[in-house]
């Protein structure tokens, strides 16, 4: 299967809200809420298909735009095209070239040879985000022709969104449809982990809670029209461990599927009347992400112990049941959460006050890098190198951490009552009762 198939479950009594995709396309087991909080949102109805592209008739729950930045770093801004049309090429008809005093010399050129894979063809497609000039930018080197993003519900049950950017491929009578990989079409072919991909998607009266992602510098924004919401992530395709049952998920004898590299994002919203941290008053512009998709969940929050706790899981075996499978997790934390879970009233205090934890059941040696930093009023924490099959990091406020106390001015005033003469320092000088302010 080329798709997710998702469901959701109850995990005991703990109320913990999940979410499961197909090992074919995205393995996620998302762990939703610790706890139910209560919040002051109407319920909403999130469309479960997949969404359009926006248009004058459809403003809402739609793809709005889709853009792309190869190793040159300039945006490519793409077209939607519809199955069945071609795109339209760029024209030239006013393009004028002097050619008169122009030498060409081919007798000892040699032009680089480029291979380009064949891709086995998937499921029929509405359409495809592209351009004209795909392959004179070099988008086509790893044979997909288009992009299609596929933003609907996780699953039937759930408003949370689920989006997943797929490689296209046209044939010469421009019908689109999803590539696969050759000989498996069990599996979406790669995406080009050189490029980075934006999206673009109005998403309705959802209100964000905690942005999930698949790829390496992920980011999300999350802006808000005359209560119609707009949510733009971005990031580069990163190649993930896709298992074939959940047991090699666990224990570190488990062999992957396939790795397929993908990007894809996960929306859990605060609307119906819960939240999806199970913390009252947080942005709503939290963002984590992953390539261990088996159990990548958003974070738990223990008051107590004033604690995160992430997961993220993985088959420990690459398909060849030797090679080890590597991972990374990111957590960007504005810091007006900071302050409400930890009470960090500086986000620069995050680098010496909190401690980052990564549990694993092998020995990681040298291969683990795990830094905190912030950048733009945001705490960074990035932990890479680590193996799977299951790790836990935690992030934990300092036990013996202690705010700098501000040093404050103080002042020195004479005071005077009578003869008698006092110098009073202090940040608020005040003179004793009976002394005047000389």
Not at 286 to 294: E, L
Not at 389 to 397: D, H, V
Request: hydrophobic share 40%; charged share 15%; aromatic share 8%.
């Amino acid at each position: 299967m080329a798709d997710p198939q998702m469901w959701s479950y109850f995990s005991g009594g703990s109320m913990k809200k999940r979410v499961i995709a197909g090992a074919s396309a995205f393995a996620l087991i998302a762990s939703l809420l610790a706890s139910i909080a209560p919040v002051a949102n109407a319920a909403i109805n999130v469309p479960k298909s997949s969404w359009p592209v926006c248009s004058q008739s459809r403003t809402v729950y739609c793809v709005e735009s889709v853009s792309v930045t190869g190793v040159s770093g300039v945006p490519i801004a793409l077209t939607w095209v519809a199955d069945g049309l071609a795109s339209t090429p760029v024209d030239t008809a006013t393009v004028s070239s002097d050619s008169a005093t122009a030498t060409t010399e081919t007798s000892t050129a040699n032009a680089p040879v480029s291979s380009i894979p064949s891709l086995s063809t998937g499921r029929a497609l509405s359409g495809r985000w592209t351009t004209p000039d795909w392959s004179a930018e070099g988008l086509d080197s790893l044979g997909y022709s288009g992009l299609f993003v596929d933003a609907k519900t996780a699953n039937p049950f759930v408003n949370h969104i689920f989006i997943n950017v797929l490689p296209t491929i046209t044939s010469t009578s421009n019908k689109v449809s999803l590539a696969t990989k050759p000989g498996n079409s069990g599996f979406t072919a790669d995406l080009d982990s050189d490029l980075t991909i934006e999206v673009k998607v109005k998403t309705g009266e959802v209100k964000p809670g905690v942005l999930v992602g698949v790829g390496t510098n992920f980011t999300g924004d999350y802006s808000t029209t005359n209560s119609q919401s707009t949510i733009k992530f971005g990031g580069s395709p990163v190649a993930v461990p896709l298992a074939g049952k959940s047991a090699d998920c666990s224990g570190e004898t488990g062999v992957a599927r396939a790795i397929v590299v993908q990007l894809q994002a996960i929306l859990f919203i605060n609307n119906e009347g819960q939240s999806a941290f199970g913390v009252d008053g947080l942005t709503g512009d939290m963002v984590v992400s992953s390539n261990g998709v088996c159990d990548l969940s958003t974070p738990v929050w223990n008051a107590e112990d004033k604690e995160f706790t992430f997961t993220a899981a993985a088959p420990h075996f690459a398909p060849d049941g030797t090679t080890l499978n590597y991972g990374f997790y990111k957590a960007v934390i504005p810091a007006a959460d900071a302050k409400l879970l930890w009470g960090l009233e500086n986000a620069n205090d995050a680098v010496k006050a909190l401690n980052v934890q990564i549990i694993t059941a092998v020995n990681e040696g040298n291969n683990l890098v795990s830094t905190i930093g912030v950048r733009n009023g945001k705490i960074i924490v990035d932990i890479s190198g680590f193996h799977y099959s299951r790790p836990k990091l935690k992030i934990s406020l300092k036990k013996d951490w202690k705010p700098v106390t501000k040093m404050l001015n103080k002042t020195t005033i004479t005071c005077t009552m009578g003869k008698s003469v006092k110098k009073i320092t202090a940040v608020k000088p005040m003179c004793p009762r009976g002394y005047k302010k000389k």
